[in-house]
């Protein structure tokens, strides 16, 4: 799942969006760090969409223009849940990693030196 796609699932979960709408909810959710295009935005709901992850969910005329709505589907619900916890395992996969490259380094184990019989302790 793309960046773009999970986010704009992301932002359908609470409520149905328009396209505009789900842009300024997508730039909130990553903290500006995905700024959707408009092309980009209905690519990725047209893809949505066709995957039965999202749907239209009403149309409107505001000020002459008119506002497609779209809403999450149980199907994207699902896909989003398990992409958020693909995600998570994968940060705990590598925030474990990272912890264990920072633990100073465990100590050799101390040369073991054969036993001869023929010293105190060992077998005559």
Same mark, same amino acid.
């Given at each position: 799942?793309?960046?773009?796609?999970?986010?704009?699932?992301?932002?359908?979960?609470?409520?149905?969006?328009?396209?505009?709408?789900?842009?300024?909810?997508?730039?909130?959710?990553?903290?500006?760090?995905? %700024?959707? /295009?408009?092309?980009?935005? $209905?690519?990725?709901? +047209?893809?949505?969409? !066709?995957?039965?992850?999202? *749907?239209?969910? =009403?149309?409107?005329?505001? %000020?002459? /223009?008119?506002?497609?709505? $779209?809403?999450?589907? +149980?199907?994207?619900? !699902?896909?989003?849940?398990? *992409?958020?916890? =693909?995600?998570?395992?994968?940060?705990?996969?590598?925030?474990?990693?990272?912890?264990?490259?920072?633990?100073?380094? !465990?100590?050799?184990?101390?040369?073991?030196?054969?036993?001869?019989?023929?010293?105190?302790?060992?077998?005559?």
């Amino acid at each position: 799942m793309t960046q773009a796609a999970f986010f704009i699932l992301t932002a359908l979960v609470d409520e149905p969006r328009h396209g505009y709408g789900i842009v300024r909810e997508v730039e909130e959710l990553s903290g500006g760090d995905v %700024q959707l /295009r408009v092309g980009t935005l $209905y690519g990725v709901l +047209d893809r949505l969409a !066709a995957d039965g992850l999202i *749907e239209l969910d =009403r149309e409107e005329v505001q %000020q002459g /223009r008119l506002r497609r709505y $779209y809403r999450l589907t +149980d199907d994207g619900e !699902a896909a989003l849940s398990a *992409e958020a916890e =693909r995600m998570a395992a994968g940060a705990r996969t590598a925030a474990r990693r990272i912890a264990d490259r920072r633990r100073p380094a !465990a100590a050799p184990p101390a040369a073991v030196r054969p036993v001869r019989p023929d010293i105190a302790g060992g077998s005559a």
